[in-house]
């Protein structure tokens, strides 16, 4: 795959430094180089595979996490089968220190079985980890709970996520290549289920693009950005943009942090896109074109634009919802499906 043009990058910040307010408002992806060099992991890292692997071990709960394994033949892409109606790797469960020990049974295949814990919770698997390893976003009145990211050479496919993301290389090295939101028809999403991991996935292959059934993706990496981050390094990405992330190394962990900067009343858009698609995007093209107007009005438009000539009294879901009316509202939803 050809390379996209080079992230914009930050140097010398500590992670109470991180300027996270100016990074959402910007709203573009940025690489912070060593904001987490010194955190306790990454040092084991830096020393080890087997440092590092300990180092997890030293904080294991010993309670049951969930991970992906695909055989050798997946080339460490959880992905589709041929027609895209299965996957091609299994969930299974164990604890932690086994599957750090069959992933250091394989470190030296050429190509190792797949294993790939993903967004584990870390308070819950790894207690009294964070108070050694933490990018400070607390300090900054952020209240994002810490995710833990450990496999070997994973691929994980194209996809973007409602939060905002901090994502902190900790062991290991990772290649991440961003699309902006506008580059989804040139992405070719797949199902939206089943799904790898939960998210919509492109289903071009970066490794080997096919242009003739894929051929805007030409057009999509014309504005990828990528970057390639090194242990301690750590990348913003923006809510909604697409990302591509390749682990390099043969033992690879991330730490990351999702936070949505509304209030948490606020609902998630995706079941709302949910419901859109079963109730709009079937309806005749005329029908079709004047609910995009009704859309751009109530939804797309100028926040409070609906209900600018009403008196306040009035507004009800016209105006700024706060908790008592997102109460409402969802009441009303579940109302109005289960009839």
């Known amino acids: 795959m050809a390379d996209g043009a080079a992230m914009r990058t930050l140097e010398g910040l500590a992670p109470a430094a991180l300027p996270l307010d100016a990074l959402v408002a910007a709203g573009e992806p940025v690489v912070l180089r060593g904001v987490v060099r010194d955190w306790g992991l990454v040092q084991a890292g830096l020393r080890s595979t087997r440092d590092a692997m300990d180092y997890l071990r030293g904080f294991d709960a010993g309670v049951p996490v969930p991970y992906s394994h695909g055989e050798p033949a997946i080339q460490g892409r959880p992905f589709y089968n041929a027609d895209f109606t299965e996957l091609n790797f299994e969930v299974r469960r164990g604890v932690l220190g086994e599957v750090l020990e069959e992933i250091a049974q394989h470190v030296d295949d050429p190509q190792p079985p797949t294993y790939y814990i993903a967004?584990?919770?870390?308070?819950?698997?790894?207690?009294g980890f964070s108070q050694h390893n933490d990018a400070g976003l607390a300090g900054q009145g952020i209240d994002a709970s810490a995710s833990i990211w450990i496999g070997n050479r994973v691929t994980a496919s194209c996809h973007f996520d409602t939060p905002d993301n901090l994502a902190c290389c900790a062991v290991g090295r990772r290649?991440?290549?961003l699309f902006p939101p506008e580059q989804i028809d040139n992405l070719y999403p797949g199902p939206l289920e089943p799904t790898p991991g939960g998210q919509v996935v492109s289903v071009v292959d970066f490794d080997n693009p096919d242009f003739e059934r894929h051929p805007r993706f030409r057009d999509a990496l014309a504005s990828a950005?990528?970057?390639?981050l090194e242990p301690g390094d750590a990348i913003f990405i923006p809510s909604m943009w697409w990302h591509h992330v390749r682990s390099l190394a043969p033992f690879n962990v991330l730490v990351n942090y999702w936070w949505r900067s509304v209030p948490g009343f606020l609902s998630s858009p995706l079941p709302a896109l949910q419901h859109a698609m079963w109730a709009l995007r079937d309806l005749p093209?005329?029908?079709k074109q004047a609910w995009a107007k009704i859309f751009e009005y109530y939804v797309f438009g100028p926040a409070g634009h609906a209900g600018q000539h009403l008196p306040e009294a009035a507004?009800?879901?016209?105006a700024p919802f706060d908790e008592l009316q997102a109460r409402?509202?969802?009441a009303q939803l579940l109302a109005r499906l289960n009839r």
């Open 119 to 127: 967004s584990l919770l870390i308070d819950r698997a790894l207690p």
């Open 175 to 177: 290649r991440f290549t």
């Open 225 to 228: 950005v990528t970057a390639e």
């Open 285 to 287: 093209p005329r029908e």
């Open 315 to 318: 507004r009800g879901e016209l």
């Open 328 to 330: 409402r509202t969802r």
